[in-house]
């Protein structure tokens, strides 16, 4: 396993850290602090990168540290999911093919372009403080339920194992290795967002991904998991955030609540294990909100729109604290801006060169056993 360490820095970010660590033969996590994780899988005549990070900097930085493994070209992107701040950087990578399953297709035809409004004006940060994204990104290649990639004396899996943290989730499997990348279907110390989840069916999904034993999983968010039971101990982590979040919200419906009432309960039962997450004070209002459609019977999430956060925003006024309640509204000025869609799309050569300075790749804590790209004495 790679455990040499190397040093650099974002100028523009240099309270955020990046690391790339090898967590199998060949299989790389680059983790972002407070931001999404890319994997790198490389086999005898190419990469495959899984999930793409949320601009074309972003993007670069991973290309950056593959070019120090590698000199193989990177031809396979796979997307787990639709969400903006995992897939506008995958045009970056000059793929011969991005992949999703067909159910993440449709739902960037039906999703995408709101998501990529929304997701700007919920958390900026993700996105380097960019004010303008990249064009949405579109699969050149999907699947139903799985598919084989060869990489060369390297078959690597991709699977949909049914509804999760959204319709269309893939997770990446490299069996000569037992490595597994999850995507948002897992999160390490940090809350998973549930706005466009199937809360019932994702807790069977983790018990797919469990069956596989791998021997390391990156998730989307947080350190990469190394060690069986290392895996094992933070699926079950998962499971257990989303039952209690889902089995409270039904509990709630059941009695009567409303969604102010609801988001109450679930705060307060959810607070003392979760509160100290990444991502927890910002996610809950949607996650909260999603558990409760879904336990009036809603099977298909709604999509959301700066208007729906809005509303949102203003339903729990009052009830959460200033600062939670704001982050289903903030920087909707932005999201407004970003409302006329394409108004915002650049070429690839556009962002190269004006968001350069802009967009900078978001970056994570260095730990041991990994690459650091921190500053030595930084």
């Not at 190397?6 to 602090?33: H, L, M, W």
């Not at 739902?107 to 709101?114: D, H, L, P, T």
Request: hydrophobic residues 40%; proline residues 4%; glycine residues 8%.
């Amino acid at each position: 396993m790679n455990e040499n360490d190397t040093a650099s820095n974002d100028a523009a970010q240099p309270d955020r850290k990046v690391s790339f660590r090898e967590i199998g033969r060949d299989c790389y996590a680059f983790r972002v602090e407070g931001g999404s994780n890319t994997g790198v899988v490389i086999g005898e005549n190419s990469v495959l990168v899984v999930d793409a990070q949320p601009t074309a900097n972003g993007a670069e930085a991973v290309l950056a540290e593959i070019g120090k493994v590698t000199d193989k070209p990177v031809k396979h992107v796979v997307l787990t999911h639709y969400h903006a701040d995992t897939s506008l950087g995958a045009a970056a990578f000059e793929p011969g093919e991005i992949i999703t399953s067909d159910l993440t297709r449709r739902m960037i035809e039906e999703r995408g372009q709101a998501d990529r409004s929304t997701s700007l004006s919920r958390a900026p940060q993700l996105f380097g403080g960019a004010k303008r994204l990249p064009a949405q990104i579109r699969p050149t290649m999907s699947f139903a339920s799985s598919m084989s990639v060869n990489l060369g004396r390297r078959e690597v899996r991709l699977m949909h194992l049914g509804r999760g943290h959204t319709m269309g989730d893939v997770v990446v499997w490299v069996p000569d290795a037992g490595v597994l990348f999850a995507g948002d279907l897992v999160a390490n110390k940090a809350a998973c967002y549930c706005g466009d989840a199937h809360l019932s069916d994702w807790p069977r999904a983790l018990g797919r991904i469990a069956a596989f034993r791998p021997n390391a999983l990156m998730p989307a968010r947080g350190k990469a998991l190394v060690g069986a039971e290392r895996v094992e101990e933070i699926i079950a982590a998962n499971a257990e955030f989303l039952a209690l979040l889902r089995d409270t919200a039904a509990t709630c419906v059941h009695n009567g609540k409303g969604l102010k009432g609801t988001y109450a309960a679930v705060k307060e039962v959810m607070d003392p294990a979760y509160g100290s997450f990444a991502d927890y004070e910002r996610n809950l209002p949607f996650s909260v909100a999603r558990a409760y459609d879904e336990a009036q019977g809603l099977d298909i999430p709604q999509i959301w729109t700066s208007e729906r956060d809005q509303d949102l925003a203003d339903a729990l006024r009052g009830i959460a604290g200033p600062e939670e309640a704001d982050h289903a509204a903030e920087a909707l000025a932005t999201a407004d801006a970003d409302e006329d869609g394409d108004m915002l799309d650049l070429s690839l050569e556009d962002i190269a060169g004006e968001t350069a300075a802009d967009e900078q790749p978001a970056a994570a804590e260095g730990e041991k056993a990994e690459r650091n790209l921190e500053p030595a004495g930084a």
